[in-house]
Every structure is written in structure tokens, then in C-alpha cells.
């Protein structure tokens, strides 16, 4: 497992010095710095405002960086030559792509914890107390963009990066609009077995990234969870399975790859 943490420590420091993703981390942090300047025009909602803003601005920055990141990381190793190197050495394939997407959910997890920490000051600062279900909110969006970044890295198994931009971007889309419709196409009686089986199927295949929206009763106290510590261990749940056989499938494709 050496080799398998020492690739996720490489894949981590590189992240972090490439400027497109310090760029969009630190345009994050400047207009969540910048959101208090909207509290005139939030009149009696400012709580909404301030927390709405905050989430849309932080979701937005972590999926940009999710894909922007996950696109290229098997692919610009193969580009560059540099994949022979590494596995010349004792380092086995699998590992390789195992270190590769744990580098990646370690920079999200800088990522999410540099906008968490400015988030949370800045509610203190403009709501005058600290609200912990905001760390809830940004715990499942942390979830949400790891679970993306297998999804991407998944695809640049197979796929250009150019085409994995927009492979990805159309599955966190249909992830988070669709699955309501399937879901109302799966309860309706009137729906005949054969549009309901590839409805079932594509359910199953496509993942749910709705699920991790939980900001509207963060938002809203008067909407409550029905059971709200269920909830997020049975998301976090489906996401950390989901990536294992995100995972295992990279491995698979990856493993029949002639270099």
C-alpha cells in the first residue's frame, strides 16, 4: 500500500499546483468573501441569502474541480510517458489507479475544508451564530464531488479528455435533475413493464447525485428530514459503494489497456 499512498501524495501535491484549479478555489473563496455586500438586498431573508449563496458557490466550485481535475489524471500520465516510469517500478496497475482517485478525494477534502472553514467564519460573522448543519450540508457535497471525481476518473479510463468533460458534466446533470422523473415514472401504475425495466435499469446505473442536495432544510428550517441521521449514513453509504465499483470497473479497463 506504499506505492498505492506515495501515488495519492503525488497526485495531491500536483492538484493543488495547477492554476486552473487555484484559480476557480480562489474565485470561490473571493465571492464568498464578497457575499455579505448582498445583505441590503436580502430585507428579512438574510439567513437565505447568505446560506443559499454560500452552498450554490461552493457546490459550483467542487464539481468544476472535480472534472477539471479527474479528466486528466490517466490520461496526461500516458501523454507524458511518465506511466512507463511508474510502472516500471513495484507498482502494480491497480494500485496506480487506486492512488490516483485517493489523491483526488484528498484534494477535494482540502478543497471543501478551505471554502468550509471561510463558509462557516462568514456565517458567524454575518448571522452572528454558527449553525452546525451548515458542516452537514458541506459534508455531503464533499461526498458528492468524491463521487463525481470516480465517476470522471472512470471515463479517462477509456475516453479523451476532451470527451470526458462533457461525459461527466451530462452525468452529474441527469444525476440531478432525472432521478426525481425516474422516480415518478417508476411509481406510476399507468406505466407499461417495457418502459419501466430500462427506467429500473438506468436508475440503478445512473448515480443519484440528488440525493446530496440536502441545503433546502438547512435553508428552510421548517422543512425537517424525516430521520435525518439515517439519511446521511445510508448517502454517504450509497456514495462510498458506488465508488468501489467505480473503482473496481477503472481497474478492469485499465488492466486490458495496452500502453
Known amino acids: 500500500m506504499n506505492a498505492t499512498f506515495a501515488l495519492a501524495g503525488a497526485t495531491f501535491g500536483e492538484a493543488i499546483r495547477k492554476r486552473i484549479l487555484l484559480v476557480i478555489l480562489l474565485a470561490a473563496l473571493v465571492i464568498l468573501l464578497i457575499s455579505p455586500a448582498f445583505e441590503p438586498f436580502a430585507g428579512r431573508g438574510q439567513r437565505t441569502l447568505v446560506i443559499s449563496f454560500?452552498?450554490?458557490?461552493?457546490?459550483?466550485?467542487?464539481?468544476f474541480i472535480a472534472i477539471i481535475m479527474c479528466t486528466g489524471l490517466i490520461p496526461t500520465?500516458?501523454?507524458?510517458?511518465?506511466?512507463?516510469?511508474?510502472?516500471s517500478k513495484p507498482v502494480q496497475r491497480y494500485q496506480f489507479v487506486l492512488g490516483k482517485l485517493l489523491g483526488a478525494i484528498a484534494t477535494?477534502?482540502?478543497?471543501?475544508?478551505?471554502?468550509g472553514l471561510m463558509f462557516l467564519l462568514i456565517t458567524r460573522w454575518t448571522l452572528g451564530e454558527f449553525d452546525p448543519k451548515i458542516v452537514q450540508g458541506l459534508i455531503m457535497f464533499f461526498?458528492?464531488?468524491?463521487?463525481?471525481?470516480?465517476?470522471?476518473?472512470?471515463?479517462?479510463?477509456?475516453?479523451?479528455?476532451?470527451?470526458?468533460y462533457f461525459?461527466?458534466?451530462?452525468?452529474?446533470?441527469?444525476?440531478?435533475?432525472?432521478?426525481?422523473?425516474?422516480?415518478?415514472?417508476?411509481?406510476?401504475?399507468?406505466?407499461?413493464?417495457?418502459?419501466?425495466?430500462?427506467?429500473?435499469?438506468?436508475?440503478?446505473l445512473l448515480p443519484n447525485f440528488a440525493n446530496f442536495?440536502?441545503?433546502?432544510?438547512?435553508?428552510?428550517?421548517?422543512?425537517?428530514l424525516t430521520d435525518e441521521v439515517a439519511y446521511l449514513v445510508q448517502t454517504?453509504?450509497?456514495?462510498?459503494?458506488?465508488?468501489?465499483?467505480?473503482?473496481?470497473?477503472s481497474i478492469l479497463i485499465f488492466n486490458q489497456r495496452e500502453m
Open 54 to 63: 454560500g452552498f450554490g458557490i461552493i457546490q459550483l466550485a467542487g464539481t
Open 77 to 87: 500520465e500516458i501523454e507524458r510517458r511518465t506511466i512507463y516510469t511508474i510502472l
Open 108 to 115: 477535494l477534502g482540502f478543497v471543501y475544508l478551505t471554502m
Open 143 to 164: 461526498f458528492q464531488s468524491s463521487l463525481l471525481a470516480a465517476v470522471t476518473l472512470f471515463f479517462s479510463t477509456f475516453v479523451s479528455p476532451l470527451v470526458n
Open 167 to 204: 461525459l461527466s458534466g451530462g452525468v452529474f446533470l441527469m444525476g440531478n435533475l432525472m432521478s426525481t422523473f425516474l422516480d415518478t415514472i417508476q411509481r406510476n401504475p399507468e406505466v407499461t413493464p417495457l418502459t419501466r425495466i430500462p427506467v429500473q435499469i438506468l436508475t440503478v
Open 213 to 224: 442536495n440536502i441545503q433546502n432544510p438547512i435553508i428552510n428550517p421548517e422543512q425537517v
Open 236 to 249: 454517504i453509504a450509497y456514495a462510498v459503494i458506488y465508488m468501489v465499483l467505480l473503482l473496481v470497473a
